[in-house]
């Protein structure tokens, strides 16, 4: 089985600063995809950025990047120039490809953007 | 992106009554729909997968006679909790999978979630 760990509970950054979210992963599958979830205080899902896992390239969203380490199982997300709008619960997210595959989440972090 | 529709947004009932929950794909077809659930401060909690035309698929420790689910058609999904307790009480989510994503990518669409309130 999957497992996706977010060690970070809670993270402030202030306005226009960059701030990284940590997501390691623990699986056996060699094709897989990689999410990153956004869930502001509306609590509507919002998917933030995919990273397919053949990829070497990192994947990249406008502020949103993500370093993606395959051998080290380690997916993090980094928001550049943070905005007011970027307050929400992160959540990163694993599947393994194929029809039948299903969303594994990690416990989330919390990220506050502050004046 | 595809949207997905959620009905109720919110719900309060009695104990012991049942309440459905609808969950559509309002501009794609989705065979596969997932049933979540989300305590406070907490992350989704995958219930089952609905399929459509066939069972659902539940997760373990979830009652498949409690929360009953249908996807009848390619565009709808809904969860029903039955007999429902306090405990019951939760913000339930559905996602779609648009089977018609280019490239494989499987992607799921969320709805906007329910919050259910059984006294």
């Known amino acids: 089985a999957q497992t996706v760990t977010q060690s970070q509970p809670e993270m402030s950054v202030q306005e226009a600063e960059t701030v990284t979210l940590s997501c390691t992963y623990d699986t056996s599958e060699n094709n897989y995809y990689l999410f990153w979830y956004k869930q502001p205080p509306s609590r509507q899902m919002i998917l933030v950025i995919r990273q397919e896992a053949y990829k070497q390239q990192n994947a990249t969203e406008n502020r949103f990047s993500v370093n993606f380490q395959k051998a080290a199982k380690s997916f993090s997300l980094k928001i550049s120039d943070s905005q007011l709008g970027d307050t929400a619960m992160y959540f990163c997210a694993f599947m393994k490809t194929g029809t039948a595959s299903k969303l594994t989440f990690g416990t989330g972090t919390r990220l506050q953007v502050t004046l | 992106g595809a949207v997905v529709s959620q009905h109720p947004s919110w719900v309060i009932c009695k104990s012991g009554t049942s309440v459905k929950i609808e969950c559509r794909s309002l501009?794609?077809?989705?065979?596969?729909m997932f049933w979540y659930r989300q305590f406070p401060k907490q992350s989704l909690m995958l219930m089952a997968t609905?399929?459509?035309?066939?069972?659902?698929?539940?997760e373990q420790g979830v009652e498949k006679d409690k929360f009953l689910i249908n996807h009848a058609s390619l565009t709808l999904s809904t969860l029903t909790v039955t007999s429902a307790h306090p405990e019951d009480s939760s913000f339930y989510i559905c996602?779609?999978?648009?089977?018609?994503?280019?490239?494989?990518?499987?992607?799921?669409?969320f709805g906007p979630g329910t919050r259910l309130t059984v006294l």
């Open positions: 501009d794609f077809q989705a065979t596969t």
């Open positions: 609905s399929n459509e035309g066939s069972k659902a698929t539940y």
């Open positions: 996602s779609a999978r648009d089977t018609g994503t280019s490239g494989g990518h499987n992607e799921q669409f």
